[in-house]
Protein backbone atom coordinates (compact mmCIF):
# COMPACT_ATOMS: atom_id res chain seq x y z
CA UNK A 1 0.00 0.00 0.00
CA UNK A 2 1.56 3.35 -0.80
CA UNK A 3 0.01 6.62 0.45
CA UNK A 4 0.18 10.00 -1.28
CA UNK A 5 0.14 12.94 0.22
CA UNK A 6 0.20 16.34 -2.14
CA UNK A 7 0.42 20.13 -1.07
CA UNK A 8 1.24 23.72 -2.37
CA UNK A 9 -1.93 24.61 -3.70
CA UNK A 10 -3.49 27.71 -3.78
CA UNK A 11 -4.21 30.98 -5.60
CA UNK A 12 -2.02 32.33 -7.83
CA UNK A 13 -2.73 35.21 -10.69
CA UNK A 14 -2.07 34.53 -14.22
CA UNK A 15 1.35 34.27 -15.00
CA UNK A 16 2.48 33.42 -11.67
CA UNK A 17 4.27 30.48 -10.41
CA UNK A 18 3.62 27.68 -8.08
CA UNK A 19 5.15 24.25 -7.01
CA UNK A 20 3.49 21.49 -5.67
CA UNK A 21 4.92 18.42 -4.43
CA UNK A 22 3.64 15.01 -3.60
CA UNK A 23 5.40 12.48 -0.35
CA UNK A 24 5.02 9.02 -0.84
CA UNK A 25 5.04 6.79 1.86
CA UNK A 26 7.29 3.41 2.15
CA UNK A 27 10.81 2.53 1.31
CA UNK A 28 9.32 1.46 -3.07
CA UNK A 29 9.11 4.77 -3.98
CA UNK A 30 12.13 4.06 -6.60
CA UNK A 31 10.19 1.43 -8.16
CA UNK A 32 7.37 3.87 -9.41
CA UNK A 33 6.62 5.60 -12.47
CA UNK A 34 4.98 8.79 -10.77
CA UNK A 35 2.01 10.95 -12.23
CA UNK A 36 0.15 14.07 -12.18
CA UNK A 37 -2.96 14.62 -13.48
CA UNK A 38 -5.56 17.30 -12.71
CA UNK A 39 -9.35 17.74 -12.67
CA UNK A 40 -10.94 21.12 -13.60
CA UNK A 41 -15.09 20.99 -12.39
CA UNK A 42 -17.60 19.22 -14.85
CA UNK A 43 -14.02 18.16 -16.80
CA UNK A 44 -12.58 14.59 -17.16
CA UNK A 45 -9.20 14.02 -15.43
CA UNK A 46 -6.13 15.33 -17.63
CA UNK A 47 -2.95 14.06 -17.92
CA UNK A 48 -0.17 16.87 -16.75
CA UNK A 49 2.95 14.82 -16.76
CA UNK A 50 4.77 12.00 -15.16
CA UNK A 51 8.41 10.77 -14.52
CA UNK A 52 10.27 7.36 -14.72
CA UNK A 53 11.35 5.51 -11.59
CA UNK A 54 15.66 6.85 -11.72
CA UNK A 55 13.92 10.41 -13.39
CA UNK A 56 15.79 9.86 -16.48
CA UNK A 57 12.41 10.25 -18.53
CA UNK A 58 9.75 12.52 -18.44
CA UNK A 59 6.46 13.10 -20.53
CA UNK A 60 3.96 16.17 -20.58
CA UNK A 61 0.46 16.81 -21.50
CA UNK A 62 0.47 19.04 -24.74
CA UNK A 63 -1.21 22.19 -22.79
CA UNK A 64 1.44 22.30 -20.13
CA UNK A 65 4.84 21.75 -22.39
CA UNK A 66 7.19 24.75 -21.58
CA UNK A 67 5.37 25.64 -18.77
CA UNK A 68 5.59 22.84 -16.43
CA UNK A 69 8.55 20.82 -14.85
CA UNK A 70 7.87 17.48 -12.89
CA UNK A 71 11.11 16.14 -10.99
CA UNK A 72 11.23 13.50 -7.94
CA UNK A 73 13.90 12.99 -5.43
CA UNK A 74 14.23 9.32 -4.38
CA UNK A 75 15.57 9.99 -1.48
CA UNK A 76 12.99 12.15 0.04
CA UNK A 77 10.05 10.17 -1.68
CA UNK A 78 8.77 13.31 -3.17
CA UNK A 79 7.70 14.18 -6.67
CA UNK A 80 7.32 17.86 -7.80
CA UNK A 81 5.58 20.01 -9.87
CA UNK A 82 6.74 23.20 -10.92
CA UNK A 83 3.89 25.49 -12.60
CA UNK A 84 4.97 28.49 -14.41
CA UNK A 85 3.44 30.68 -16.16
CA UNK A 86 -0.04 29.87 -15.18
CA UNK A 87 -3.10 30.45 -17.03
CA UNK A 88 -7.04 30.73 -15.48
CA UNK A 89 -7.25 27.36 -17.26
CA UNK A 90 -5.13 25.07 -14.69
CA UNK A 91 -7.35 26.15 -12.38
CA UNK A 92 -7.92 22.34 -11.18
CA UNK A 93 -7.58 20.25 -8.05
CA UNK A 94 -4.21 18.07 -9.03
CA UNK A 95 -3.58 15.10 -8.33
CA UNK A 96 -0.49 12.73 -7.80
CA UNK A 97 -0.39 8.98 -8.44
CA UNK A 98 2.02 5.98 -8.28
CA UNK A 99 2.25 3.36 -11.14
CA UNK A 100 3.87 0.39 -10.03
CA UNK A 101 3.43 -1.19 -13.25
CA UNK A 102 4.97 -0.70 -16.71
CA UNK A 103 1.89 0.95 -18.61
CA UNK A 104 1.91 3.77 -20.91
CA UNK A 105 2.60 6.69 -18.22
CA UNK A 106 0.49 8.99 -19.56
CA UNK A 107 -2.39 6.64 -19.02
CA UNK A 108 -5.19 7.59 -15.97
CA UNK A 109 -5.80 3.87 -15.77
CA UNK A 110 -2.18 2.55 -15.35
CA UNK A 111 -1.82 4.34 -12.21
CA UNK A 112 -2.30 2.28 -9.30
CA UNK A 113 -2.47 4.79 -6.22
CA UNK A 114 -3.71 8.42 -5.32
CA UNK A 115 -3.50 11.49 -3.77
CA UNK A 116 -6.45 13.65 -2.31
CA UNK A 117 -5.64 16.14 -4.38
CA UNK A 118 -4.76 19.74 -3.61
CA UNK A 119 -6.37 22.72 -4.89
CA UNK A 120 -4.89 25.07 -7.98
CA UNK A 121 -6.55 28.43 -8.71
CA UNK A 122 -5.06 31.00 -11.02
CA UNK A 123 -7.43 34.22 -11.63
CA UNK A 124 -6.77 36.55 -14.09
Known amino acids: QVQLVESGGGLVQAGGSLRLSCVASGRTFSRYNMGWFRQAPGKEREFVGAISRSGGATWYGNSVKGRFTISRDNAKTTVYLQMNSLKPEDTAVYYC?????????????????WGQGTQVTVSS
Open 97 to 113: AADVGYGSPINRIEYDY
